[in-house]
T-cell receptor, first 114, second 112 residues
Framework: KNQVEQSPQSLIILEGKNCTLQ??????????LRWYKQDTGRGPVSLTI?????NTKSNGRYTATLDADTKQSSLHITASQLSDSASYIC?????????????FGTGTRLQVTL | DVKVTQSSRYLVKRTGEKVFLECVQD?????MFWYRQDPGLGLRLIYF???????EKGDIPEGYSVSREKKERFSLILESASTNQTSMYLC???????????FGSGTRLTVV
């Protein structure tokens, strides 16, 4: 069964600190892995998308890594800001031809405090 | 800027009512999806459509139906709403293929 597991479930950090969120997956076949940021009560917004051949991708203060051999990904947030408080969802896409189906993690809830 | 628009941010409906959730995208995407999101469960696929008038069941289609009469619009229908359908509903769309999923802002449905 395809699964995506994220850790930790929740995290509280001080503003200005860095943090790393983890994602392990067992999805086959593999097409790409995405990280989304979801503010409370809003839809997810894409941060990064990585294919099999990419092992790192940055979007401002967000840097995602992918190790396709160990089926692990991480999202590193640098110099956190209060606006980074949100849920971060790891999503893995399998290649199913006509329409990709996504396997979602349950998210890491990040709270950045003063 | 690409957009997926869900018609309502919040809805409160009574048990047994027929409920329509509307989703419109302006990107000429072939694929459209309906998910529900519940705490601790993540997003779960209800239905998706890869073309006009085409639909496929997702992981949890029971109690739901969909309609796609035009490429830009994908509707989710709760034939007889029940309290266990209280949830956040998210619509998404993508081009044929694997990239560029865009989500709407979500509709928080409460069934009382």
């Amino acid at each position: 069964k395809n699964q995506v597991e994220q850790s930790p479930q929740s995290l509280i950090i001080l503003e200005g600190k860095n943090c790393t969120l983890q994602c392990n997956y067992t999805v086959s076949p593999f097409s790409n892995l995405r990280w989304y940021k979801q503010d409370t009560g809003r839809g997810p917004v894409s941060l990064t998308i990585m294919t099999f051949s990419e092992n790192t991708k940055s979007n401002g203060r967000y840097t995602a890594t992918l190790d396709a051999d160990t089926k692990q990904s991480s999202l590193h947030i640098t110099a956190s800001q209060l606006s980074d408080s949100a849920s971060y969802i790891c999503v893995v896409s399998g290649d199913t031809g006509t329409a990709s189906k996504l396997t979602f993690g349950t998210g890491t809830r990040l709270q950045v405090t003063l | 800027d690409v957009k997926v628009t869900q018609s309502s941010r919040y809805l409160v409906k009574r048990t047994g009512e027929k409920v329509f959730l509307e989703c419109v995208q302006d990107m000429d995407h072939e694929n459209m999806f309906w998910y529900r999101q519940d705490p601790g469960l993540g997003l779960r696929l209800i239905y998706f459509s890869y073309d006009v008038k085409m639909k496929e069941k997702g992981d949890i289609p029971e109690g739901y139906s969909v309609s796609r009469e035009k490429k830009e619009r994908f509707s989710l229908i709760l034939e007889s709403a029940s309290t266990n359908q209280t949830s956040m509903y998210l619509c998404a769309s993508s081009y044929m293929g694997r990239y560029g999923y865009t989500f709407g802002s979500g509709t928080r449905l409460t069934v009382v």
